[in-house]
């Protein structure tokens, strides 16, 4: 079964990739390998939560920003190949998570991104992970996601 297939057996439906909002594009190929840029939880024109996590936003809040930030990749994915089933894999994913001093699970909040892919792709969307804490994100956004997919031949 193909990503496509899967994204509507789970009811998934992906956003309009967003243009970019400052100097860069969204996803470029090189070689066998799509570099997807890092993408905000915004979903339907609004950020589901904005700050600090371990401040103003908890784990669920965070993990569904991941989340929608993994869509918006996706989306990104699809505009500039045609359609996921192009994708052989999820090789790489960056997660940063805007943290308050004291909070260390990042890698919780991430884990809902890396959950979708292997949604998406079954064990192909199994990836190596970076989940890092950072002091603030653009916007006070509380996490941003970037990806490196495997394009089939």
Not at 25 to 47: D, F
Not at 95 to 102: E, N
Not at 114 to 135: C, K, M, N, P, Y
């Amino acid at each position: 079964m193909g990503a496509e297939e899967r994204l509507a057996e789970l009811g998934i439906a992906l956003p309009d990739a967003s243009a970019p909002s400052h100097s860069y594009v969204k996803a470029r190929q090189v070689g066998g390998l799509l570099y997807v840029a890092g993408h905000s939880p915004k979903w339907n024109g609004a950020y589901p939560a904005l700050g600090k996590l371990g401040a103003e936003v908890t784990v669920e809040q965070g993990r569904a920003c991941a989340r929608n930030c993994a869509l918006n990749c996706l989306a990104s994915a699809r505009q500039a190949l045609g359609s996921l089933d192009r994708v052989a894999g999820v090789v790489h994913l960056n997660g940063y998570v805007a943290s308050a001093p004291t909070f260390t699970d990042q890698p919780s909040v991430v884990n809902a991104a890396s959950d979708l892919l292997i949604e998406v792709f079954g064990e192909a969307g199994r990836h190596s992970r970076t989940s890092v804490g950072v002091a603030v994100l653009p916007g006070d956004i509380p996490v941003e996601i970037e990806m490196i997919l495997e394009l089939r031949p």
